[in-house]
Every structure is written in C-alpha cells, then in structure tokens.
C-alpha cells in the first residue's frame, strides 16, 4: 500500500473539507454522503502539511469492457491542492502513487476527467472520449406519432435502478466501446448524487426493452443515456422525451457517441450540435492491454512498436505483437535509446482506443510510423471511437 494513502475517518473529513474549498462548494447533507459513499469504494491519496490534507485525491477500481474484453480501470477524480500549497507538486506526487499502486495492483486501464488537459498528458493520459451534444428548442421537437405494443413507465432514477440495472448487464455482456461495467454500489450512487429521473419501456409481455435517464429543470430537459433492444422501444423512448415540450424550452441529448447523427431529423437545421471533450484515458499496463486487446483478425505477421512510457518505464520497451488463429504472442525487448521510439503511452493509447488512426497521427507529424506499421496496425485494431458514459 502507498504511504500516501488515507484511511482514518479524521483524514477523509480533512480531505472532504479540502475537496469543498478546492470546488467552491457547500457542505450539504446529500453532498456529504454521496462523497463518503464514494469514499468506502476509493483508495483515497493524500499529502499532510502541518497535520492537515494539502492534496489529496481518490483512485476507484473499476471494471470497463472494450468490444467483448473486461479490463481493470481505475478512475482518477477530485484532484485537489489547497491555494497555500498550490505549485509544490503535491497532486503529481499523489497521482504517480496511485499510477504506481495500479502497476502492482495489475490494474490494465485508468480513467479521468481533466481539468487540463496538457498537466494530465504529463502524467500519460490522453484525451480518447468525447461526446456529442444536442440541442433542440422545444418549438423545433418533430412530432413523434407514438407505436403500439411498447409503454413507457415515468419514475424517479432511485426507484427504477434495479431495473435499469439488470437491463444494462444484458448491454455490457454484448459489449461495450469502453464503458463501465457497472457495479450495484454505483448504480445506487448515480441517484444518491444526481437528481435524475428514468422513462422504463416495456413491450406487451412487460418486458424491458430499454430506458432512458435524464435530468429535468423548469427550462431544461437533458438526456444523460438512452439504451434500447428494439426500435419500438427506441421510438417510444423519444417520444417520451419530447413529449415535455410543452414543459421546457428546451431539449439537449448528451451522446456517448461522437458521430453526427443529426440527418435523422427532417430538419436538421433546427438542431444545434457540437463535439465535446470528455474524458481521458491510459494504459497502466501494456503487456496485458497488447495480450487481450479485441484485435480484429485472428492472425497477423509481426508488428513493432517502439513506446516511450515516462511515468511507467515498464511499458517503455520496443514491443512485438502478433497472432496466429487467435493466439496472440506479445514480445518487448529493451530500447537501445528512448529516442528511438517513435510512440509515447498517449500516442498509442488514442490508436488502440480508436479515437485517431495512426495514419492521421502520422499525417499531422505526431508521430513516425513505417508505411507497412501503419498500414498492418490499422487492418487490426479498433476502427471507431470509444464511448463513455459515466463520469467521476
């Protein structure tokens, strides 16, 4: 365990009241118990100045699914340093603990929300997830003629999360683009800090076939996730959602997927949208990311990719990956030089996620590929972006 680590209930108050002032926050009940529910499932980091936290910040294990393939994740959250402390490095002293605590504790993946994103590329991350925005005034909602056989039932998040839950584990168990898989504990959190509501659609056997969350406000309705099996349900779903026109001014649909799909509408017009950044990503551990990667064919010829990982110089190393009817071989010998290698931890982390090609990111100078590197990496790794819709 990393000296840095906290565990008295003294030091997470500290590191509670810390958070507060760092955020410009009020102490609330319902904000005091979802951090500390937050708390018990988080390794919480922490530096003391004069018997006090000056940073701290909280690690929490996490399970996530890439196309089929279930990987360790820790996500990073609550990065803080107190003003009189600020400049002393006290938050990268703490995140290079918990990177380093990851690596022993076998953990492949780690997640965050930055609040730079140039401090956190220092520590390997690269931005991978973005989200889509939509928004739609409510004197622009197409009208929706509703279908039969599908009913949606209107309930607080709170009342309908066992539901969603067990309806969410059916869409994991098919795959996910990175997501969570998501434990009960944090389904039971979402609503403890989040004011949400979900729509719950059933078919004629009252059966589940989907669900939408969403936030509402006296103007605003956001959509936060829509998960459907069936058209019917996906139909019915937004129908629901833009049945409350009459009650906001307007409608905005926060997307996981970071495609344009605002030709769907009659009217595209109508609709505003744009790309937003949302979270970044690492790979703590290479080897087992290169050994179970959901690499598009069951064999390849070998390929090489000399990395440079400087807050994890295990991952620093000229690796060969190859395959043959499924059996991927993964080799990393020592670099002669970190000079010679042409591909740092981010870099590699944004092509193997799917969020750039490594022919764009040779194209734009970010990288120095060989054309038959490039040309054999992109036939087998993921081709489209990830998708993430939680947040901490």
């Known amino acids: 365990m990393s000296d840095y680590r906290l565990t008295s209930h003294s030091d997470l108050e500290q590191f509670y009241q810390l958070y507060l002032y760092a955020f410009n926050t009020a102490d609330e009940p319902r904000r005091r118990k979802y951090f500390f529910e937050r708390c018990k499932h988080a390794l919480i980091y922490g530096i003391k100045s004069s018997g006090h936290v000056s940073s701290g910040l909280y690690s929490i294990p996490f399970t996530v699914d890439f196309y089929g393939q279930r990987f360790s994740m820790n996500g990073i959250g609550d990065v803080a340093t107190a003003p009189e402390h600020a400049g002393t490095g006290g938050a990268g002293t703490l995140l290079q603990a918990a990177l380093d605590e990851m690596w022993n504790n076998q953990v492949t993946l780690s997640y965050l929300a930055p609040f730079s994103f140039a401090y956190y590329r220092k520590f390997g991350y690269e931005q991978v997830f973005s989200h889509m925005q939509y928004s739609l005034a409510s004197k622009d909602v197409p009208v929706h003629r ?195 290698a042409s591909l740092t931890i981010q870099q590699l982390t944004k092509i193997l996620f799917g969020t750039s090609s490594p022919q764009l990111l040779v194209k734009t100078g970010q990288v120095q590929l060989a054309a038959k590197t490039v040309a054999d990496l992109s036939k087998i790794i993921v081709n489209e972006p990830p998708q993430m819709v939680d947040y901490f």
């Open 146 to 340: 509703r279908k039969t056989g599908v009913q949606v039932t209107r309930r607080s998040l709170k009342d309908g999360v066992t539901e969603a839950a067990e309806f969410y584990v059916q869409q994991a168990d098919a795959g996910l683009k990175g997501g969570l898989v998501r434990d009960d504990w944090w389904w039971n959190y979402l609503p403890l800090k989040n004011n949400w509501q979900i729509g719950l659609a059933y078919d004629q056997q009252d059966q589940l076939q989907g669900y939408v969350i969403y936030e509402l406000s006296q103007t605003l309705l956001t959509v936060k996730e829509i998960l459907a099996t069936t058209t019917s349900a996906l139909q019915e779903l937004t129908s629901f959602i833009f049945n409350h026109k009459n009650s906001v001014l307007q409608i905005n649909f926060d997307c996981p997927d970071p495609t344009y799909h605002g030709d769907l509408l009659a009217d595209p017009y109508s609709l505003t949208s744009q790309v937003v950044p949302y979270m970044m990503a690492r790979i703590v551990n290479l080897k087992d990311f290169l050994q179970r990667y959901p690499y598009r064919q069951k064999g390849f010829t070998p390929i090489t990719l000399p990395v440079f990982d400087q807050n994890l110089p295990q991952n620093t190393g000229l690796w060969q990956i190859s395959a043959a009817k499924g059996q991927v071989q993964v080799d990393r010998t020592e670099l002669l030089s970190t000079s010679t």
